[in-house]
Protein backbone atom coordinates (compact mmCIF):
# COMPACT_ATOMS: atom_id res chain seq x y z
CA UNK A 1 0.00 0.00 0.00
CA UNK A 2 1.99 3.25 -1.30
CA UNK A 3 1.79 5.98 1.33
CA UNK A 4 0.61 9.43 0.99
CA UNK A 5 2.67 10.71 -2.36
CA UNK A 6 3.60 14.35 -3.42
CA UNK A 7 4.89 16.03 -5.75
CA UNK A 8 6.87 17.85 -7.00
CA UNK A 9 9.37 17.25 -4.33
CA UNK A 10 11.03 20.70 -5.02
CA UNK A 11 9.20 23.47 -6.87
CA UNK A 12 11.17 26.63 -7.76
CA UNK A 13 9.11 29.71 -9.09
CA UNK A 14 9.73 33.09 -9.72
CA UNK A 15 7.35 35.71 -8.05
CA UNK A 16 4.21 36.43 -9.66
CA UNK A 17 4.30 32.60 -10.99
CA UNK A 18 2.12 30.05 -10.08
CA UNK A 19 2.54 27.30 -8.10
CA UNK A 20 0.31 23.71 -8.25
CA UNK A 21 0.99 21.33 -5.52
CA UNK A 22 -0.45 17.58 -6.19
CA UNK A 23 -1.04 14.89 -3.26
CA UNK A 24 -2.69 11.34 -3.29
CA UNK A 25 -3.45 10.18 -0.63
CA UNK A 26 -3.21 7.08 0.50
CA UNK A 27 -5.31 4.19 -1.01
CA UNK A 28 -8.75 4.52 0.91
CA UNK A 29 -8.04 7.67 2.59
CA UNK A 30 -11.01 10.31 1.84
CA UNK A 31 -9.92 13.15 4.22
CA UNK A 32 -7.04 15.13 3.01
CA UNK A 33 -5.14 17.59 5.50
CA UNK A 34 -2.41 20.64 4.07
CA UNK A 35 0.00 21.77 6.31
CA UNK A 36 2.46 24.70 5.75
CA UNK A 37 6.03 24.68 7.46
CA UNK A 38 8.38 27.22 7.47
CA UNK A 39 12.07 27.49 8.18
CA UNK A 40 12.49 26.56 11.01
CA UNK A 41 9.30 26.67 12.61
CA UNK A 42 6.15 24.43 13.25
CA UNK A 43 3.70 22.77 10.90
CA UNK A 44 0.92 25.52 10.43
CA UNK A 45 -2.81 23.93 9.68
CA UNK A 46 -4.01 24.87 6.42
CA UNK A 47 -7.20 23.02 4.87
CA UNK A 48 -9.27 20.28 5.47
CA UNK A 49 -10.75 18.14 2.79
CA UNK A 50 -12.91 15.99 1.64
CA UNK A 51 -13.59 14.31 -1.83
CA UNK A 52 -15.03 17.07 -4.07
CA UNK A 53 -15.79 19.51 -0.33
CA UNK A 54 -13.81 21.55 1.46
CA UNK A 55 -14.58 21.10 5.29
CA UNK A 56 -12.53 23.57 7.25
CA UNK A 57 -10.41 26.10 5.21
CA UNK A 58 -10.04 28.51 8.31
CA UNK A 59 -5.69 28.20 8.09
CA UNK A 60 -5.67 29.51 4.20
CA UNK A 61 -4.43 32.92 3.30
CA UNK A 62 -7.74 34.91 2.12
CA UNK A 63 -5.74 35.63 -1.40
CA UNK A 64 -4.04 33.99 -3.86
CA UNK A 65 -4.44 30.26 -2.06
CA UNK A 66 -6.76 27.63 -2.87
CA UNK A 67 -7.35 23.85 -2.21
CA UNK A 68 -9.71 21.15 -4.45
CA UNK A 69 -10.00 17.39 -3.81
CA UNK A 70 -11.52 16.11 -7.51
CA UNK A 71 -14.09 13.23 -7.34
CA UNK A 72 -10.91 11.89 -9.49
CA UNK A 73 -7.36 12.49 -9.01
CA UNK A 74 -4.77 13.79 -6.62
CA UNK A 75 -5.89 17.03 -4.21
CA UNK A 76 -4.25 20.50 -5.71
CA UNK A 77 -2.95 23.43 -3.38
CA UNK A 78 -2.46 26.06 -5.83
CA UNK A 79 -0.60 29.20 -4.91
CA UNK A 80 -1.33 32.23 -7.47
CA UNK A 81 1.43 35.29 -7.78
CA UNK A 82 3.51 33.51 -5.48
CA UNK A 83 6.01 36.07 -3.15
CA UNK A 84 8.94 34.95 -1.36
CA UNK A 85 7.20 34.67 1.67
CA UNK A 86 5.27 31.55 0.05
CA UNK A 87 8.48 29.44 0.25
CA UNK A 88 7.81 26.83 2.65
CA UNK A 89 7.92 23.16 2.82
CA UNK A 90 3.99 21.81 2.06
CA UNK A 91 2.91 18.70 3.62
CA UNK A 92 -0.24 16.91 3.29
CA UNK A 93 -1.58 14.20 5.05
CA UNK A 94 -4.74 11.34 4.55
CA UNK A 95 -7.01 9.97 7.26
CA UNK A 96 -9.36 7.38 7.28
CA UNK A 97 -12.36 7.35 8.75
CA UNK A 98 -13.26 4.50 11.19
CA UNK A 99 -17.16 4.25 12.04
CA UNK A 100 -17.47 7.42 10.70
CA UNK A 101 -15.26 9.56 12.78
CA UNK A 102 -12.12 10.66 11.76
CA UNK A 103 -9.15 8.48 13.60
CA UNK A 104 -6.54 11.77 14.07
CA UNK A 105 -4.04 9.08 12.50
CA UNK A 106 -2.74 11.18 10.00
CA UNK A 107 -0.10 10.01 7.23
CA UNK A 108 2.29 12.44 5.86
CA UNK A 109 3.42 12.91 2.81
CA UNK A 110 7.58 13.67 2.57
CA UNK A 111 6.67 17.09 1.38
CA UNK A 112 6.81 19.49 -1.67
CA UNK A 113 9.48 22.54 -1.11
CA UNK A 114 8.48 25.57 -2.82
CA UNK A 115 11.22 28.41 -3.51
CA UNK A 116 9.89 31.49 -4.94
CA UNK A 117 12.94 33.55 -6.45
CA UNK B 1 -4.17 27.73 17.77
CA UNK B 2 -2.35 25.08 20.05
CA UNK B 3 -3.60 24.07 23.50
CA UNK B 4 -0.49 22.32 24.27
CA UNK B 5 2.61 22.98 25.68
CA UNK B 6 6.04 21.76 25.72
CA UNK B 7 9.99 21.89 26.48
CA UNK B 8 11.94 23.45 23.52
CA UNK B 9 14.61 21.00 23.66
CA UNK B 10 15.66 18.08 25.42
CA UNK B 11 18.68 15.74 25.80
CA UNK B 12 18.97 11.76 26.39
CA UNK B 13 21.72 9.41 26.00
CA UNK B 14 21.55 6.66 24.01
CA UNK B 15 19.82 3.23 25.29
CA UNK B 16 18.03 5.40 28.15
CA UNK B 17 14.22 5.83 28.27
CA UNK B 18 13.37 9.43 26.80
CA UNK B 19 10.45 11.20 28.93
CA UNK B 20 8.83 13.81 26.85
CA UNK B 21 6.09 15.54 28.94
CA UNK B 22 3.44 18.06 27.82
CA UNK B 23 0.73 20.24 29.11
CA UNK B 24 -2.83 20.10 27.73
CA UNK B 25 -4.89 21.25 31.00
CA UNK B 26 -7.75 23.31 28.56
CA UNK B 27 -7.96 20.21 26.27
CA UNK B 28 -12.01 18.22 27.15
CA UNK B 29 -12.98 15.42 27.91
CA UNK B 30 -13.53 13.98 24.52
CA UNK B 31 -10.34 14.96 23.11
CA UNK B 32 -7.50 12.78 22.50
CA UNK B 33 -3.83 13.65 22.60
CA UNK B 34 -2.01 12.83 19.64
CA UNK B 35 1.86 12.57 19.46
CA UNK B 36 3.77 12.75 16.19
CA UNK B 37 7.36 13.21 15.42
CA UNK B 38 9.12 14.93 12.84
CA UNK B 39 12.56 13.29 11.69
CA UNK B 40 14.92 16.28 10.06
CA UNK B 41 12.84 17.89 7.31
CA UNK B 42 11.01 14.63 6.33
CA UNK B 43 7.00 14.26 6.70
CA UNK B 44 5.85 14.07 10.59
CA UNK B 45 5.16 10.49 11.70
CA UNK B 46 2.70 9.39 14.01
CA UNK B 47 3.65 7.81 17.00
CA UNK B 48 0.68 6.96 19.40
CA UNK B 49 -2.55 8.52 20.27
CA UNK B 50 -4.70 8.20 23.52
CA UNK B 51 -8.08 9.43 25.17
CA UNK B 52 -8.08 8.47 29.41
CA UNK B 53 -6.05 5.46 29.72
CA UNK B 54 -2.04 4.51 29.36
CA UNK B 55 -1.20 3.32 25.93
CA UNK B 56 1.83 1.64 24.39
CA UNK B 57 2.70 0.55 21.08
CA UNK B 58 6.17 -1.12 19.15
CA UNK B 59 7.18 2.61 18.91
CA UNK B 60 6.60 3.82 22.54
CA UNK B 61 4.15 4.33 25.56
CA UNK B 62 1.80 7.15 26.86
CA UNK B 63 1.17 8.17 30.34
CA UNK B 64 -2.08 10.53 30.53
CA UNK B 65 -2.21 11.62 34.24
CA UNK B 66 -5.99 11.02 36.05
CA UNK B 67 -6.65 14.57 35.81
CA UNK B 68 -5.91 14.52 31.87
CA UNK B 69 -4.16 18.01 32.13
CA UNK B 70 -0.52 16.23 31.20
CA UNK B 71 0.93 13.69 29.16
CA UNK B 72 4.07 11.58 29.16
CA UNK B 73 5.45 10.36 25.97
CA UNK B 74 8.25 7.62 26.94
CA UNK B 75 10.19 6.53 24.13
CA UNK B 76 11.96 3.16 26.67
CA UNK B 77 15.02 3.04 24.96
CA UNK B 78 16.48 5.90 22.31
CA UNK B 79 18.33 5.19 19.57
CA UNK B 80 20.41 7.74 17.60
CA UNK B 81 17.31 7.74 14.88
CA UNK B 82 14.97 9.16 17.54
CA UNK B 83 16.45 12.43 17.60
CA UNK B 84 13.50 14.30 16.42
CA UNK B 85 11.00 17.25 17.05
CA UNK B 86 8.28 15.45 18.69
CA UNK B 87 4.59 17.22 18.71
CA UNK B 88 1.81 16.98 21.31
CA UNK B 89 -1.10 18.02 20.52
CA UNK B 90 -4.99 17.62 20.38
CA UNK B 91 -7.14 17.94 18.06
CA UNK B 92 -10.26 20.76 18.01
CA UNK B 93 -13.04 19.84 15.45
CA UNK B 94 -11.15 18.68 12.13
CA UNK B 95 -7.64 20.78 12.97
CA UNK B 96 -4.53 19.30 14.12
CA UNK B 97 -2.32 21.84 15.73
CA UNK B 98 0.84 21.00 16.00
CA UNK B 99 2.52 23.89 18.10
CA UNK B 100 6.81 24.04 18.10
CA UNK B 101 7.31 21.11 19.62
CA UNK B 102 10.52 19.41 21.45
CA UNK B 103 13.32 19.16 20.01
CA UNK B 104 14.86 15.89 21.35
CA UNK B 105 18.54 14.50 20.85
CA UNK B 106 20.01 11.19 21.72
CA UNK B 107 23.42 11.51 22.03
CA UNK B 108 26.01 8.58 22.10
Known amino acids: NAGVMQNPRHLVRRRGQEARLRCSPM?????VYWYRQLPEEGLKFMVY????????ESGMPKERFSAEFPKEGPSILRIQQVVRGDSAAYFCASSPLLAGRNTGELFFGEGSRLTVL | DAKTTQPTSMDCAEGRAANLPCNHSTISGNEYVYWYRQIHSQGPQYIIH???NNETNEMASLIITEDRKSSTLILPHATLRDTAVYYCLSNTGNQFYFGTGTSLTVIP
Open chain 1, 27 to 31: KGHSH
Open chain 1, 49 to 56: LQKENIID
Open chain 2, 50 to 52: GLK
